[in-house]
C-alpha cells in the first residue's frame, strides 16, 4: 500500500501574480524513490510551482495559490520553508548555499549544530552552549559516505571544485533526517559534464535509498538518462507527464520550446577553400595559468571568416585558450593576429588589436550589474574607440541619443526581453544577459570574436537564438569566431572546424560532420 | 626556505613594528627596567579595550570604532560612582556593573543603526563615536547641575558641569592592589612570572589532556609555560636582575582578570553564538537563508563588545588615577585599533594572540617613540608629533600591508591550482 502512496502529490494548482496567470492546472504524483524530472523554459513556470511547494512567503504575501497539495496521502498546506523541511522536503538551491571559510562538516551542519554543554552555557544559559565538532566531524562523514562521495569533513569549502561544492550541498539535505523528497533546482548548470555524471550518479543513488527527487534542468540528456517521469511545463502550463520509457529526447525539446527545433543548417562551409585561407590568428606554443584551466603549449591558427570551436572536457584547457589569447590570465608563447604579433597579458593591446571577448565567467567579467543595458552595451566602445562622444567645446558629452539608438537597435536584432535600453542588466534573465554580453562585444567592431560558453545556465530557447546569433554575425559580416563550449552539440550545430582540447594541449582538429567515435578519442587524449 | 618566507610575509605587519620598536628602545636610551615597568603598567590598562574588537571582526563587521561608546559608557559609571562617593573596589565594581548597563544599552542601539548600514560599518561606527560624544558633552556639561540639581565636588565652581579632570582617590589601584590577608596582589615581575607560569601550564595542561588539542601549537604553548616557572624562580635570585625586581611590579588581580576575559572570548567562539558569528562573518546572505537570525546575531557581537570596552575603559582609569572626563574617550577607537592592526589583525581576521601581540607592540611604540625622536632630532617639540604620526601611521601602512598581503595571497593561490 505504502508503495502506491504518493510522497508528493500536487494537485490542479494554479498560481496568478496581480491578474497574470503564472500556473494553471498543474498537477503531478511523485511516489517514493522515484526520479521525476521537471522541465521547461525560463518562465514556464517552474520557479513559482517550487516556491508554492515550499511554503516560501512571497506566494502568501501574492494571494496564495489554488489547487491542493497531499504529502504521503494527507493534505498539508505548508506555510513556511521551515515546514517544509519538517515535512522531509530538501531543496538544493541553483546558486550555492555555502559558507566560503568553513569546513566541509560545518557547511553540511550549517545552523543545525549538534550542541553540547560547556562551561559558559552553565552559566550563561542554553544560547551559549558549545557546537559538538566532534559530532559534526562523524555526522558529516556519515551523509557523505551515504553519496559515495570521498571528501574530508575538516576540508575548507572554498578550496574545493564546484562540483564538490554541489556534493556538499546534497549531503546537507540528506543529513536533515526523515527526508523523503529532495528538490534539486539545475543541479548541473554549472558544473563540466564530467562533474554532472557524479551528480548523476548520486541521484539514482538517491533513488535507490527510498528517497524521490525533483529535478529541474534544461538538459534533456540527463532527463534521457537518470529520469523515471518527466513533467514538461511551458507558460504555466502542464504539457505533458511521460514516462522516460515511453518517449525521445526529440519528443521533450519539441513539447518544451512548442516549435520543433530546426537543426540550424550552417554547413555550407566551402570545404575546398581550406587551402589558401588567410590566417586571422596564429598561436605557437602558447601557454596559460588559468586556474583549473591550464593550457600547456598549444599551436593553432585560426583562419579568417571561420568559426572555430574549441572543445574538450572541463578541466583540460579550453576555457584557457580564450582567455590567454585576452590576457586576462598570465599567457606565455606567441600569438599573431593577422601578422603582427600580439602584446600578451594585456587586455588593452588585445582589444586594440581588434580581438573582442564574450567571457565564460558572465558574472564576473560579462557585464556591471547594476548599469544600464545601453550602457553596459557602449561602454567599451566609448572606453577603446572613443565612440559615443560628442564634442562640445574643449569638453567631451557621451551621446545620448546615440547610444540609446544603438542600445534599441540591438534589443531588437538580439530579440532582448527586457523593458528597455534603460533597464539594469542584473534584472534580465541569464539568456538576455548573454544577448548582452554578446553586443558589447560586437560593438568594439571586432576582427576576430572570441566567445566562451555563452550557452552556459540559459535555457534551451535562449540558447538557440544566442546560437543563431553567433552563426548569423560569422555569415552577415564575415567576423572570424572562436566558438568555446563543452556542448559538444553546439559545436557541431555552428562551427566550420572544431578543435578538442585535451591535457591542455589540442587533441585533434575534426570536421563538425566527423563521428562520434572521433570526437570521444580526441576528449580521452588519443588522435 | 620557502616555508621562512611564508612566515615572514604572513607576519610582514609585527615583523615591521617589533623592528621599529626596537630603534626605538635603541635609540631612546631608557634603561630597558623603566621600559619594562611602564609596559606592564600599559598593557594592563588597554588590553582589554584592545581584546573588545575582535568579535565583531569574527562577525564580519569590521574593526568597531563604536568601542568609544562603550568607553563613555565607562565613564559614566565611573562620574557616577564619584557623585556617589562610593569608594574603593566597590567603588569600581559598582562602577563596571552601571557601565555594563549603559554599554549594554548604547551598544544594541549602535548594533540597530549598524544593521541598517551594512557593508559600512568601520566609517558609521566612527561617526557614530563623534555623534554620541555631542551627546556625551552636552550631559555632562549641561544637564549635571543645569537640568539635574545635586551637589557635588566634582561640579565645577559654576554648579553646571562636571569638572575637566577627575582624581579617582581611592578608586586608583582598586583593582591593581587587591590586599589579599594583608599581602598585595602587586608583586614584583619574577613573582608574577612563576605565578602566571603556572596558570598557563596548567591552562594548556587542561587543553592537552582534557580538551584533547593535541597540535604542535599548543605543545609549545604548554612548554613555553613550563619553562617560565624555573626562569622567574632562578631570575627572582639573581643580583644582576635587581633593577628589575624592584622597578617591574606587575598587578596580578587586574592580570588575573585579563587572561580571564581572553579565555571567555576563546571559549565564547566556540558556542553556538560564536559559530553563528562566523557564520554570519563570512556570509551574510548565506548565513540569512540557512535560517540564522544575522540581524540579531550583530547586535549581540556589537553589545559584547561595547561592553567589554566599557570594563576596559574602567580598568584604564583605575590605573591611571585621573579621569580626562571630555577626551579620554575619543582616541579609544583609533589607539585600539591601530594596536590590533600592529599585532596582525585585519578587519577580516582577528584573534586574541594578535590583540595581545598588537597592545604589546603599540604601546612599546607609543612609549619609547618621542624620547627616541627628541634624541635623533635634538628637539623636544618633535616627540608629541612623532607620536601621532605613528599612531595613525600605523593605521594606515598595517592596512596597506594587508591589502598587499591579500593580494599577493591571490596570486599564489591561482599559481597553485
Not at chain 1, 556542448?487 to 563521428?515: F, T
Not at chain 2, 605587519?13 to 621599529?20: E, G, N, R, S, T
Not at chain 2, 542601539?109 to 555623534?131: D, H, V, W
Amino acid at each position: 500500500m505504502a508503495e502506491n502512496t504518493p510522497v508528493l502529490s500536487m494537485k490542479n494548482i494554479g498560481k496568478a501574480f496581480s491578474g497574470n496567470q503564472v500556473l494553471q492546472d498543474v498537477s503531478l504524483d511523485i511516489m517514493p524513490g522515484e526520479i521525476y524530472a521537471l522541465c521547461g523554459e525560463n518562465g514556464a513556470g517552474k520557479s513559482t510551482l517550487m516556491n508554492i511547494l515550499f511554503g516560501m512567503p512571497v506566494i502568501a504575501a501574492t494571494g496564495g495559490y489554488t489547487g491542493k497539495i497531499y504529502l504521503e496521502g494527507e493534505e498539508t498546506h505548508i506555510k513556511s520553508p521551515q515546514e517544509a523541511i519538517e515535512h522531509g522536503i530538501g531543496m538544493v538551491h541553483q546558486e550555492f548555499m555555502l559558507i566560503p571559510g568553513f569546513s566541509v562538516g560545518e557547511n553540511i551542519k550549517l545552523n543545525r549544530e549538534p550542541l553540547k554543554n560547556g562551561a559558559l552555557s552553565r552559566v550563561f544559559g542554553k544560547s551559549l552552549r558549545n557546537v559538538d565538532f566532534d559530532k559534526i566531524r562523524e555526522d558529516s562523514k556519515q551523509a557523505l559516505d551515504k553519496l559515495g562521495v570521498e571528501l574530508d569533513p575538516e576540508a575548507d569549502v572554498q578550496t574545493l571544485p564546484v562540483g564538490y561544492m554541489q556534493f556538499v550541498e546534497i549531503a546537507r539535505e540528506l543529513d536533515k533526517s526523515s527526508i523523503k523528497l529532495l528538490i534539486l533546482d539545475e543541479p548541473t548548470a554549472v558544473l563540466a559534464e564530467s562533474e554532472a555524471e557524479i551528480v548523476l550518479g548520486i541521484i539514482k543513488r538517491l533513488s535507490q535509498m527510498g528517497i524521490a527527487v525533483l529535478l529541474i534542468t534544461h538538459r534533456i540528456g540527463e532527463i534521457m538518462e537518470v529520469a523515471d517521469t518527466v513533467t514538461i511545463l511551458r507558460d504555466g502550463v502542464n504539457v505533458k507527464t511521460m514516462k522516460i520509457a515511453d518517449t525521445t529526447s526529440g519528443e521533450i525539446a519539441e513539447l518544451m520550446v512548442g516549435r520543433e527545433l530546426v537543426a540550424s543548417e550552417n554547413r555550407e562551409r566551402s570545404e575546398h577553400e581550406d587551402e589558401n585561407k588567410e590566417v586571422a590568428i596564429s598561436i605557437r606554443n602558447m601557454k596559460v595559468d588559468m586556474p583549473g584551466e591550464r593550457v600547456n603549449g598549444i599551436d593553432l591558427d585560426v583562419y579568417k571568416g571561420e568559426i572555430l570551436g574549441i572543445g574538450g572536457l572541463a578541466g583540460q584547457g579550453k576555457l584557457g585558450i580564450a582567455n590567454g589569447i585576452m590576457g586576462v590570465y598570465p599567457t606565455t608563447g606567441e600569438i599573431t593576429v593577422f601578422g603582427q604579433p600580439l602584446k600578451l597579458n594585456s587586455p588593452k593591446d588585445s582589444i586594440a588589436a581588434k580581438l573582442a571577448f564574450v567571457s565564460e565567467d558572465r558574472k564576473r567579467q560579462g557585464f556591471a550589474p547594476d548599469l544600464s543595458i545601453e550602457l553596459n552595451m557602449v561602454v567599451p566602445a566609448m572606453a577603446n574607440h572613443d565612440e559615443f562622444f560628442k564634442k562640445i567645446g574643449p569638453f567631451r558629452q557621451v551621446d545620448r541619443k546615440k547610444v540609446q539608438e544603438t542600445a534599441e537597435k540591438y534589443i531588437q536584432e538580439f530579440q532582448i526581453r527586457c523593458t528597455g535600453p534603460k533597464q539594469e542588466v542584473r534584472s534580465l534573465s541569464g539568456g538576455n544577459q548573454q544577448k548582452v554580453c554578446i553586443a558589447k562585444a560586437i560593438l568594439l567592431k571586432p576582427d576576430v570574436l572570441l566567445v566562451s560558453e555563452p550557452t552556459r545556465g540559459i535555457d534551451i530557447g535562449a540558447k538557440s537564438i544566442v546560437l543563431e546569433t553567433i552563426s548569423r554575425i560569422n555569415r552577415e559580416t564575415g567576423v572570424t569566431i572562436i566558438f568555446t563550449s563543452s556542448e559538444l552539440g553546439e559545436l557541431r550545430q555552428i562551427c566550420h572546424r572544431i578543435a578538442i582540447v585535451s591535457g591542455g594541449r589540442v587533441a585533434d582538429v575534426l570536421k563538425p560532420d566527423a563521428s562520434n567515435e572521433e570526437f570521444g578519442l580526441a576528449m580521452g587524449g588519443g588522435k | 626556505m620557502g616555508k621562512v618566507k611564508g612566515i615572514l610575509g604572513k607576519n610582514a605587519v609585527p615583523i615591521l613594528f617589533a623592528v621599529i620598536c626596537a630603534l626605538g628602545v635603541y635609540y631612546s636610551g631608557t634603561g630597558i627596567p623603566t621600559i619594562l615597568a611602564d609596559l606592564v603598567n600599559r598593557f594592563d590598562r588597554n588590553a582589554l579595550l584592545v581584546l573588545s574588537l575582535i568579535l565583531p571582526v569574527i562577525s564580519g563587521m569590521g574593526l568597531n570604532f563604536g568601542i568609544v561608546l562603550g568607553a563613555m559608557s565607562g565613564q559614566v559609571g565611573l562620574i557616577l560612582v564619584s557623585i556617589w562617593e562610593i569608594p574603593g573596589l566597590a567603588g569600581i565594581l559598582a562602577a563596571m556593573a552601571i557601565a555594563a548597563l549603559v554599554a549594554a544599552l548604547c551598544g544594541f542601539l549602535a548594533g540597530k543603526m549598524l544593521n541598517q548600514t551594512k557593508g559600512q560599518e568601520m566609517i558609521t561606527s566612527m561617526i557614530l563615536g563623534f555623534f554620541s560624544n555631542g551627546v556625551y558633552q552636552f550631559i555632562f556639561l549641561f544637564v549635571a547641575g543645569g537640568v539635574i540639581h545635586f551637589t557635588s565636588d566634582i561640579l565645577l565652581s559654576t554648579g553646571i558641569g562636571i569638572k575637566n579632570t577627575l582624581e579617582m582617590g581611592t578608586m586608583q589601584y582598586a583593582l591593581d592592589n587587591i590586599q589579599i590577608g594583608g599581602f598585595s596582589t602587586k608583586v614584583d615581575m619574577f613573582t608574577a612570572l612563576v605565578f602566571f607560569g603556572a596558570l598557563f601550564t596548567a591552562y594548556y595542561l587542561f587543553r592537552v589532556l582534557v580538551k584533547k588539542n593535541r597540535e604542535r601549537k599548543y605543545w609549545i604553548r604548554l612548554i613555553v609555560s613550563a619553562v617560565l616557572i624555573p626562569a622567574g624562580l632562578i631570575g627572582g635570585q639573581m643580583k644582576a636582575l635587581n633593577m628589575y625586581k624592584m622597578m617591574v611590579r606587575v598587578p596580578v588581580s587586574t592580570y588575573l582578570l585579563l587572561f580571564g576575559a581572553c579565555v571567555l572570548v576563546q571559549a565564547f567562539t566556540k558556542t553556538k553564538l560564536g559559530q553563528d558569528m562566523r557564520a554570519v562573518g563570512h556570509d551574510r546572505h548565506v548565513a540569512a537563508s540557512s535560517g540564522i537570525h544575522v540581524d540579531k546575531v550583530r547586535i549581540q557581537a556589537i553589545i559584547i563588545s561595547t561592553v567589554m570596552a566599557a570594563l576596559g575603559q574602567i580598568i584604564f582609569y583605575q590605573n591611571l588615577g585621573t579621569i580626562d572626563t571630555y577626551y579620554g574617550h575619543e582616541k579609544v577607537g583609533t589607539y585600539c585599533v591601530a594596536a590590533i592592526l600592529i599585532g596582525g589583525a585585519s578587519v577580516r581576521k582577528a584573534t586574541i594572540g594578535q590583540a595581545i601581540l598588537g597592545t604589546l607592540l603599540f604601546h612599546l611604540l607609543f612609549n619609547v617613540s618621542p624620547l627616541a625622536a627628541q634624541n635623533l632630532f635634538s628637539n623636544s617639540m618633535v616627540g608629541g608629533y612623532f607620536r601621532m604620526t605613528i599612531c595613525y601611521g600605523v593605521i594606515a601602512i598595517s592596512l596597506i600591508l594587508h591589502t598587499w598581503r591579500s593580494h599577493v595571497d591571490r596570486q599564489k593561490k591561482s599559481e597553485e591550482v
